[in-house]
Protein backbone atom coordinates (compact mmCIF):
# COMPACT_ATOMS: atom_id res chain seq x y z
CA UNK A 1 0.00 0.00 0.00
CA UNK A 2 1.26 3.33 -1.02
CA UNK A 3 1.91 5.74 1.98
CA UNK A 4 0.31 8.99 1.20
CA UNK A 5 1.86 12.13 1.73
CA UNK A 6 0.29 15.48 3.65
CA UNK A 7 0.72 17.50 0.12
CA UNK A 8 -1.42 14.97 -1.78
CA UNK A 9 -4.23 14.85 1.12
CA UNK A 10 -4.73 18.86 0.87
CA UNK A 11 -5.10 19.31 -3.06
CA UNK A 12 -8.74 18.34 -2.90
CA UNK A 13 -9.19 20.77 -0.04
CA UNK A 14 -7.35 23.31 -1.95
CA UNK A 15 -8.79 23.19 -5.49
CA UNK A 16 -12.54 23.34 -3.32
CA UNK A 17 -11.38 26.19 -1.46
CA UNK A 18 -9.68 28.15 -4.92
CA UNK A 19 -13.35 27.33 -6.79
CA UNK A 20 -15.74 29.02 -3.72
CA UNK A 21 -13.35 32.06 -3.82
CA UNK A 22 -13.46 31.91 -7.53
CA UNK A 23 -17.57 31.66 -7.70
CA UNK A 24 -17.53 34.54 -4.82
CA UNK A 25 -15.51 37.17 -7.49
CA UNK A 26 -17.35 36.53 -10.44
CA UNK A 27 -21.04 37.29 -8.38
CA UNK A 28 -19.25 40.69 -7.01
CA UNK A 29 -19.20 42.18 -10.36
CA UNK A 30 -19.61 45.91 -10.71
CA UNK A 31 -22.81 47.35 -12.38
CA UNK A 32 -23.05 48.45 -16.16
CA UNK A 33 -22.26 52.06 -16.53
CA UNK A 34 -23.06 54.33 -19.66
CA UNK A 35 -21.56 53.75 -22.61
CA UNK A 36 -20.25 55.61 -24.30
CA UNK A 37 -19.04 58.06 -21.14
CA UNK A 38 -16.35 60.20 -22.89
CA UNK A 39 -15.77 61.55 -26.59
CA UNK A 40 -14.72 58.60 -28.96
CA UNK A 41 -12.12 59.61 -31.36
CA UNK A 42 -11.82 57.83 -34.55
CA UNK A 43 -8.31 57.94 -35.95
CA UNK A 44 -7.96 57.77 -39.74
CA UNK A 45 -4.21 57.34 -41.07
CA UNK A 46 -4.54 58.87 -44.33
CA UNK A 47 -4.41 62.29 -45.33
CA UNK A 48 -7.47 64.97 -45.11
CA UNK A 49 -9.65 65.56 -47.78
CA UNK A 50 -9.19 62.27 -49.54
CA UNK A 51 -12.02 59.68 -50.06
CA UNK A 52 -11.11 57.78 -46.70
CA UNK A 53 -11.56 61.46 -44.81
CA UNK A 54 -14.98 62.18 -46.30
CA UNK A 55 -15.93 58.52 -45.60
CA UNK A 56 -14.89 58.80 -41.83
CA UNK A 57 -16.85 62.04 -41.29
CA UNK A 58 -20.28 60.54 -42.53
CA UNK A 59 -19.82 57.79 -40.09
CA UNK A 60 -18.54 59.55 -37.69
CA UNK A 61 -21.64 62.14 -38.11
CA UNK A 62 -24.00 58.75 -38.46
CA UNK A 63 -22.50 57.40 -34.77
CA UNK A 64 -22.97 60.87 -33.08
CA UNK A 65 -26.89 61.21 -33.92
CA UNK A 66 -27.15 57.42 -33.12
CA UNK A 67 -25.11 57.12 -29.56
CA UNK A 68 -26.10 61.19 -28.72
CA UNK A 69 -22.22 61.77 -28.24
CA UNK A 70 -19.48 63.21 -30.01
Do not use: H, N, Y
Not at 16 to 24: H, M, N, Q, R
Not at 39 to 47: E, G, H
Amino acid sequence: MKKETVSTRRWPSLAGSLAVGLAAMMGAAAPAQAWPERAIRMVIPFAPGGGTDVVARVAAACMQQGLGQS
